[in-house]
């Protein structure tokens, strides 16, 4: 606390991101990052793109990347925009659709950093409760409200709602613009992006984070109707012309006409989730049945803190969340079949001490 | 305009940057970004980081380039923040530092995207008039703030204010945050840095875009009391929490250390500064004394929109602002030796061609 400080920030109650180890000796399954490199296209892009020309600005409108992300899914760069990160784009979209007048809806199990917007912004909100197995119940979302962000698939949850379900909740709140966070939508969830010429308040915002392997490069991406994205703009140019640089611009192009590859390690990941879920619910565990490239791991009898400490003095780093609903679950992001493997050993072992294993 | 917009983003009146031409044909004087390339050993640095650890996330602290720029002037990381380029730092520091109770003094000529960032976060704002050469007067800024910002040198003037007269302002103002914007300094000017030890109330902002020719990497630094670096921490974290990506911390990294080519790129600029000041003098035109990588240019009969048109049909492109008191100037940022000899040369085309050349 400073005297310096504004009332605001010392309200203010930040988001924390995952342990990010600086020596590397953990198997980390605790970020929801990709076990697989990024396009070797989008290395190479990037490695072309440090050049002489870092002195100048990159394009502050990104046409080039837009206009590729557009291609794929048979838009215009008019419904794109692009951001560092989608936490970013979050961060844009929370003042230019909600108001400080009308709370916003948001599962009450979700992404941590909704209320941290939400708070930055003075936007109220109410947090709709998920069913007992963290199922959205699209009924719940067709009050009066001053918008909705709905995360498909969910996280830490992994939950996924299909489509249809999702469209109830656009066609009840015309009126309001409705998020849909799509972070983790490319490992088997089918995309909100195709109702976007449908729907003028629909924004569908999505990362290359992690079904790109582009943590580390800090992309992400939004698509709606070019009133949503000129919104998004406005508030953008209020705060920083210039978000994404020239690296990021061109790395996240290459990658993103990657189909491929794009293909291949994302179909990886699936079927060492499956693996792994299946692995493991041999030893007793339970996991919420996941479309993400995470399981939401939970065990009748050994507490999730506990199992978070044993797993991290076996060198695995997961997520814990010491929260009301998600106390007894751990967030394990899926790493190559390998790691995955001594992730289930360390749990069976963990069991075993535990002396609870079913057999 | 859209009914899907808030209030506030109805209300916003964005930034508008300088033109990034895609075409690349023009010299392109009109954003400031360094004629000279950036550091060969930040485009190597960059190169090594584009690898396959591109799939982890950053480190969100940046601890290993806070660290590099704590120790070249003295200080500590915890005296250290970094953003993405300064407009991103100055963006976190408006709602860190100043409120909506009481209003903020910035100079009446001077960054535009101060009165945007303001408006953006609600936070009122007196501006304070310079002097007829465009000269701030500590004097003005002695009344009851909610804070203030003095830009050093001034952009789009290139004013510079001697380092003991803004010491002055720190002293009277010890109740409320002095924001430093130190974008230009390295260019002629005495850092206010020296001062991080002695106000807890400053902070300083600089940026690589310009005398590290790094625009295109986005990466910009903050100096302050630890208070004030968690103050803007705690903005960056309700914002996003990963704001450099791996590639613009290995580069700028790399950039910091490198201090002889700073050191000869700087001097560069500045001698071709003083050589350009001289040679459009003898033209006629007058220009305001430069601590930055720009001229302020004026001509006393030849309009400053004719001017700006004519040099761009010549494919040369400076920044006009059609705005109150400096509607008669050109700003012009320094290029090459060669790019300022045909910048003079094309002045003294379109002078002549107006009939009033000086002889």
Redesign the interface.
Known sequence: M????????AS?T????GE?P?DQRYI?LN?N??????SPK??EA??KA???????????TC?DLRTAIAKRHGLTKEQIFVG??S??IL?FAF?????PERPILFPDVTYTFYP??A??YGIPYETVQTDNEFLINPDDYMNPNGGIVIPNPNAPTARYLIVDELERILRANE???VIVDEAYIDFGGRSAVSFINDY??LLVVQTL?KSR??????VGMAFG?P??I??L????????????????LA?AMAAIEDEAYFEETTRKVMATRERTAKAIAELGFVSIPSSANFLFVTHPEISAELLFGRLKSKGILVRYFNKPRIDRYLRVSIGTDEEMDQFAKALADIAEEAGRIDQ
């Open positions: 400073s005297k310096y400080w504004s009332k605001l920030a203010l930040p988001y924390v991101p990010q600086k980390k970020t990052e990709n076990p697989y490199p990024p989008a290395i990037i490695r440090a050049n002489d020309e870092l002195r100048l600005y990159p394009d502050p046409d560092n990160g936490d970013e961060a003042p230019a659709f909600f108001s941290v917007y708070k930055f009126d309001t613009v003028p308040n984070s392997s582009l943590a580390g490069l800090r109707h009133d949503l000129e919104g703009n406005r508030v953008k140019d209020s705060f920083n012309s210039y978000t994404l640089d020239r690296l990021a790395g």
